[in-house]
């Protein structure tokens, strides 16, 4: 699939045909060999056997996930999801070069027109007037757009539910932007080849791993903050006052009574006070 991504960027720089297929076909070499040695640099430490897939086009597409294999994209099997994307990649390629042949053969055959749209005219290109033995090239020109675009959205979903799986396993902390960047531009053997000397680790490991190593610097900090707290002894648990309670407390005088001159015993503690009831009270 790489090799129709770069020689459809080549196409934009020139119209030569054996120009675009040369430059698709080196960069597409390039980033296989990056993604192949990957491949089997990981299979050679994780212990996989039949490494010479990553070197054969579509069967490397199912490798990925005999690597990958330490985790799951929900309940799918990872296996069997890279048997199905290799099978719809092998289909989306025969669509691809169909078209291919077919636009090449029609090429001269290929007239301008425009399709009234209510709002504006559309400009599009058909194959009309081509020989009769011709016909099927044309009808593939003029209609496989539709089949190559559906194939194309199954082959790029079901390829990003692959390849979360594989960098779940061997990128953990970067597997969204590494599984986005390889579905949006087509350098997957590169950053295969950035993460080939990581280890493999199931992704719900490494997030349990994480909490109990988050917890565990959590309890540190703790520890730590208390260990060099001026306040360790905590101020609120001492008496706000210097003074002990008047239970027994050395050092502490009771505070003055302000109603000490009402209501005294006349003993030593105080002087009789004069009562505000006394003209009520009975005398004799």
Not at 208 to 222: F, G, I, K, S
């Amino acid at each position: 699939m790489d090799f129709f991504e770069y020689a459809a960027v080549a196409s934009y720089f020139t119209n030569t045909l054996w120009a675009i297929l040369l430059v698709g076909g080196l960069c597409f070499a390039i980033v296989f060999v990056f993604q192949a040695v990957a491949l089997f640099i990981i299979a050679s430490r994780e212990g996989y056997k039949q490494k010479w897939m990553a070197f054969v086009p579509f069967l490397n597409t199912y490798y990925i996930g005999v690597c990958a294999q330490k985790n799951r994209f929900y309940r799918l099997n990872t296996k069997g999801l890279a048997i199905a994307v290799a099978a719809v990649e092998f289909v989306l390629v025969g669509l691809y070069v169909l078209s291919f042949v077919a636009g090449d053969l029609v090429s001269d055959y290929i007239v301008e027109s425009y399709r009234d749209l209510g709002y504006g005219k559309l400009q599009i290109w058909t194959a009309e007037n081509a020989p009769a033995n011709l016909a099927w090239a044309a009808w593939i020109y003029n209609n496989f757009d539709t089949y190559l675009n559906l194939a194309d959205l199954a082959f790029r979903i079901l390829k990003i539910c692959l390849l979360i799986c594989f960098f779940q396993t061997y990128a953990c902390r970067r597997y969204v932007l590494f599984s986005v960047t390889s579905i949006l531009f087509p350098i997957q053997g590169i950053l295969f080849f950035v993460v080939r000397n990581n280890k493999g680790i199931n992704y719900r490991d490494f997030l349990r791993n994480e909490q109990a190593r988050q917890y565990a610097m959590y309890q540190q900090y703790q520890q730590q903050q208390n260990y060099n707290n001026p306040y360790n002894g905590n101020p609120y648990n001492r008496n706000p006052y210097d003074n002990p309670p008047p239970d027994g407390g050395a050092g502490r005088t009771p505070p003055d009574d302000p109603f000490s001159g009402f209501g005294s015993d006349g003993g030593e503690s105080g002087n009789q006070g004069a009562s505000p009831f006394d003209e009520f009270d009975d005398k004799n």
